[in-house]
């Protein structure tokens, strides 16, 4: 069992009315949200890190859409701001429902009335237990990664979701071989069109940096990517255990991304996984055993090398895991699955009573809206976490049962997400890619205006579906409503093809349909 880290703090009491274990985004928004309706609640908060992560800087950009920058702060300093939470630094050990009882591995047990489970997820690191292999999902593994940035030379990176796309960006000083399982670049976020942007824009980075800066290397961004397409035929323990809380928006802020050198190359492997990993024997008797093998790497020892499902290896310094994330759900007889997470209703309710869930932890187990759907993001757990809250506070008091919800809140209504790939802002919001639409039964509007914009929109029956607008469009507040409202748009058909649009006046009224 791990030790708890240094913060010690004396607990005065041993009931609290509301018991919040995990300190993320998800746990914080909920432990926050209470103390808006009583700023002397008795809530205990239980982190496995030695730090939590609060939400700061918020900005409404739709009904729905909030930006926001994401804090650390230390248990202590989290604590002399909250002055009725008590906060440990501990491991959950049971929950005993029936007795409304968290048992921790140093702090013995307490009694709850109402228990909000925000424990996150952990990442599905490949290869792991390597020695060569970083899995990234915190901050403490982000840290450990910039510590051995400063030697490598390259990198290979595994993962296609939001952070392997943002590290291919936030990289300097190390070439990245980029090795991901679909067609395209981020395709959990972006269609083909999408990627196809953000690929051609860094290219022409790229040859504007080499072109401007002459032959003498600078320290400044460059980048030549290259995608290249596949040759190859078409956890047990404590409850809480956890290294830390998910990353936020903004994660790379104050840390060193850099490598050994002053300019870095990516090449994109698309269609292939890494098979297996060897030491640099291994690798020279495969080469023996299989003559074939495409060798894609400079005649140097590296410290591991990568076998790809297309036949090529790469050697590197390092590998780094961004594969996606599983629900730490433990063993809190609640309605679970493995995969999916704590099953809750649109109250945010386990199948436990007074136990309630949220954030990545969690599966929404309720009838969705035609345009939302889950995914596990900090804008979700953010929204999960505050409605977790405000149900649990309400539940509380009978004369406000009234009051809670019977149907999911208004922020399931879209789905809707903003973030920043490549340094350019992309909103997210409804069915974006289609997602759950029957082929054939929808039609895409596109804008693309080079190294500037990118606006998709998914129209069926000549409604708005869902759209995806990376850039400073504008678009986000006006596209949400449409989606909203469901407006039959037959005879406005929006024009995303007119040139210059973001620099005018026009309104949704005045825009023209280009078929």
């Known amino acids: 069992m791990e030790s708890t880290p240094n913060f010690e703090v004396h607990v005065p009491r041993r009931k609290f009315k509301f018991a919040v274990i995990g300190g993320g985004i998800a746990g914080v928004s909920c432990v926050e949200q209470i103390l808006e309706f009583d700023s002397e609640a008795e809530i205990l908060l239980i982190s496995s890190a030695p730090v939590v992560k609060e939400v700061s800087n918020v900005t409404r950009l739709t009904k729905t859409l909030q930006d926001f920058v994401i804090v650390e702060k230390s248990l202590k300093s989290f604590k002399d701001v909250h002055q009725s939470v008590i906060v440990i630094q501990d491991y959950v050990n049971t929950v005993e429902p029936k007795k409304h009882l968290v048992s921790t591995a140093n702090n013995g047990s307490f009694e709850y009335e109402k228990l909000c489970i925000c424990t996150g997820a952990s990442p599905k690191v490949l290869f792991e237990g390597n020695e060569n292999v970083i899995g990234i999902r915190d901050t403490e593994s982000v840290q450990d990664l910039t510590k051995r940035l400063i030697n490598a030379r390259r990198v290979l990176l595994l993962g296609n979701g939001g952070i392997a796309t943002e590290l291919v960006y936030e990289l300097q000083g190390v070439d990245v071989i980029w090795s ?83 300019k870095k190359q990516v090449i994109i492997e698309t269609e292939t996984e890494c098979t297996c990993i060897l030491s640099r024997q291994e690798y020279l008797q495969h080469l023996k055993s299989s003559p074939d093998t495409i060798v894609n790497e400079e005649e140097s020892e590296w410290p591991v090398y990568a076998l790809l499902s297309n036949g090529k290896i790469y050697g590197c ?43 990545d932890v969690c599966f929404a187990n309720w009838t969705w809206s035609p345009h939302w759907f889950q995914m596990r993001l900090w804008t979700q757990a953010r929204q999960m976490g505050l409605l977790a809250g ?23 209504e879209v789905f809707s997400h903003v973030t920043r790939f490549f340094g350019f802002k992309v909103v997210l919001l409804g069915l974006y890619n289609a997602n759950g639409l029957q082929s054939g039964s929808y039609e895409y509007l596109l804008r693309y205006t080079k190294n500037l ?38 005879d406005i058909k929006i024009i995303l093809k007119t040139q210059h649009l973001h620099k005018s006046k026009k309104t949704v009224q005045d825009w023209k349909w280009s078929p």
């Open 180 to 262: 991901i399982k679909d067609s395209s670049i981020s395709s959990h976020y972006l269609d083909q069109g999408a990627a196809e942007f953000f690929v051609k824009t860094k290219i022409n980075e790229a040859e504007e940096s080499e072109s401007s800066s002459g032959s003498k290397a600078q320290k400044r961004r460059k980048y030549a990517l290259a995608v290249l397409p596949s040759e190859s035929p078409s956890s047990s323990g404590n409850l809480g255990k956890s290294r830390g809380s998910a990353l936020g928006p903004d994660w790379h802020e104050g840390f060193c991304l850099q490598g050994s050198g002053d």
């Open 317 to 359: 310094n390092i590998i780094i895991s961004a594969t996606g994330v599983k629900p730490n759900c433990g063993d809190y007889s609640v309605q679970s699955d493995p995969e999916k997470g704590i099953f809750v209703n649109c109250r945010m309710e386990t199948s436990q009573k007074d136990i309630y869930a949220a954030g």
């Open 390 to 412: 405000k149900n649990m506070y309400i539940s509380m008091d009978t004369e406000s049962q009234s009051e809670l919800d019977i149907e999911p809140d208004f922020m399931f």
């Open 453 to 490: 914009e990118y606006i998709k929109v998914v129209l069926q029956n000549s409604r708005m579906k869902g759209a995806i607008l990376i850039g400073e469009t504008g678009l986000e507040e006006t596209f949400e409503n449409l989606i909203m409202n469901q407006l039959d748009l037959i």
